[in-house]
Each structure stands twice: as structure tokens, then as C-alpha cells.
């Protein structure tokens, strides 16, 4: 069974930075779409960015040129650089892994919660004004 750990989720001020960290047990996780979302409370789980195994990024659009996504295939990890901190990105951050290993994946898919088969446990990310 496939495991995801995040990591990286902290109390930071409004224009500050933080990085997450998803890694996974998996091997093939390094093939696969791997997506962020966040749900902050009282709202429903939202799409925050994905990578697909051939490297497309992309973005919410309320986090759009201020996160970035990458993937570290020698540490099986995918990292959210967040810069740019705003209270309202105050959430829950939870990484998924796809099962599609295809090279390239559309952004409806990737943004779509219903691709993804396993979840991390989440990590809080709250940001203070």
C-alpha cells in the first residue's frame, strides 16, 4: 500500500514562505501525477497544484505566481514552495498520488480530486496577518 508523508507545515507571518514536502513509499511514485490540495476549514477540499511525470505544472488560481511545484525523483519527493504567504491561504495540506503514469496529463485531470487513489494524512499550514 502506497504510503504519502508531508511535511514542512508551520505557523509563519503574512508574507513569508514555506515549503512542503510530500514523499511517498511508493516506487512509482516518481511516474506518477502527483497533486496538492487544501481544505481550510468550513470549505470544501480545493485544488492547489499538481505535476504531471513528464513535468507540466499547474496552479489554483488563487495560488498562481506565488507557489511553485517540483519533483526530486532521487528522493521520491514532491516539494510546494509557498512564497508570498496571505492569511487565506490558512489550510490543511494534503498531497495525492495518481495512478496515471502517462507522460503527459491535462489540467482537468490533475486538478480533479477524483484522479487520485492515495492521500497524505495533511499538514496545517496556518499564516498569521
Known amino acids: 500500500q502506497v504510503q504519502l508523508v508531508e511535511s514542512g507545515g508551520g505557523l509563519v507571518q503574512a508574507g513569508g514562505s514555506l515549503r512542503l514536502s510530500c514523499t511517498s513509499s511508493?516506487?512509482?511514485?516518481?511516474?506518477?501525477?502527483v497533486g496538492w490540495f487544501r481544505q481550510a476549514p468550513g470549505k470544501e477540499r480545493e485544488f492547489v497544484s499538481g505535476?504531471?511525470?513528464?513535468?507540466?505544472?499547474y496552479y489554483g488560481d488563487s495560488v498562481k505566481g506565488r507557489f511553485t511545484i517540483s519533483r526530486d525523483n532521487a528522493k521520491n519527493a514532491v516539494s510546494l514552495q509557498m512564497d508570498s504567504l496571505k492569511p487565506e491561504d490558512t489550510a490543511v495540506y494534503y498531497c495525492?498520488?495518481?495512478?496515471?503514469?502517462?507522460?503527459?496529463?491535462?489540467?482537468?485531470?490533475?486538478?480533479?480530486?477524483?484522479?487520485?487513489?492515495?492521500w497524505g494524512q495533511g499538514t496545517q499550514v496556518t499564516v498569521s496577518s
Open positions: 505535476i504531471s511525470r513528464g513535468g507540466e505544472t
Open positions: 511508493g516506487r512509482t511514485f516518481r511516474e506518477a501525477v
Open positions: 495525492a498520488r495518481s495512478p496515471r503514469t502517462a507522460f503527459f496529463a491535462p489540467r482537468e485531470y490533475v486538478s480533479a480530486q477524483k484522479s487520485y487513489d492515495a
